[in-house]
């Protein structure tokens, strides 16, 4: 039934096709091998093979987009987060059958959307002007430091990987911005915080940095650094089809920041954050980006670093290590 279900959807309008449907996790893989699609709208309980090993096996054999589809997110919130930190893109509500125009199909049909402007079908990914600072300040030498990090595909278990290293007594605020949908932000920051010494919670409107508090946006809206340096939400520019921006709040970063600030780009699918980066860099704080070997999808990294925003490229497992030697001074 949720196959059929799926499939009337998708193909109601003649602007999808459906290729293939797999049996289980496994056969998911096989038919992956024969023909790539632009998108699979992957399960997460199924028989044989579960849709986090799968999606893991598929991101290293015939990488290509997943959606995951599911009856029951807040039940496998945990299997969420590591199916999106193995290579998925985004979660999404199974629809209902016969419940053709209701909002789980709008947004079904709407995540399908997105990710094919991501992937470059449909509207192309644009400048935005992002890049431009009208004043280029001196780099800090004291002052609060934070920390601004931005991840997509394979961002969960990279983040997590970072973090752990921090210690919890470190001086830095750290905002983490992940492309993920509202519903999961709230987990993905319980689920940080259990597994980390730091801190996580979800941010707030009008909330300041903090230090040695991780604060993760909580809605589809972008997050913004206001002229005082409290964080919010904005629905502009409405023409950006990731959610939340890396590049608007690194813009709004290196606009009004004033202390110290280390810009980070870790695994991720399409472009976001680069420009941001830039505007980082111009204003000579360091800036990392994810190498290719260690990313799950090299996409937002190689962006930075093309663009030249990247003033230093690592491996995920030494990041975190290198953000610990820049901050071990602020511990006397």
Known sequence: MAVETLRRIVTADNRHEVVWVAENGKHAIECCVQQIPDLILMDLVMPVMN????????????????LLVTASVAGNSGLVFEAMGAGALDVVVTPVLGAEK????EELLEKIDRIGKIIGIGVQPSSHGLIQQKEVREPKEN?????????????????LKVLE???????????????????????????????????????????RPQPGVVLVPSTNNHVIMYPNKTFGYTVDPEDIFYHPSVDVFFNSVARYWLGRCIGVILTGMGNDGAEGMF?????????????????VVFGMPKAAIELGAAQTILPLESIGPAIKNILAPERG
């Open 279 to 295: 505007a980082l860099h111009q204003q000579g704080y360091l800036t990392i980006a994810q190498d290719r070997e260690s990313s």
């Open 102 to 105: 209701s909002s789980s199909v």
């Open 165 to 207: 290293t921090i210690p919890s007594h470190h001086s830095a605020a750290i905002v983490v911005v992940q492309h993920m949908d509202e519903q999961f932000t709230g987990g993905l920051a319980n689920w940080l915080d259990s597994q980390l010494d730091l801190s996580v919670r979800v941010m707030k409107e009008g909330d």
């Open 51 to 66: 849709g986090v090993e799968s999606t893991r096996r598929i991101m290293k054999l015939s990488p290509c987009p997943i």
């Open 143 to 159: 002052g609060p430091f934070l920390i601004v990090i931005g991840s997509s595909t394979g961002g969960p278990q990279a983040l």
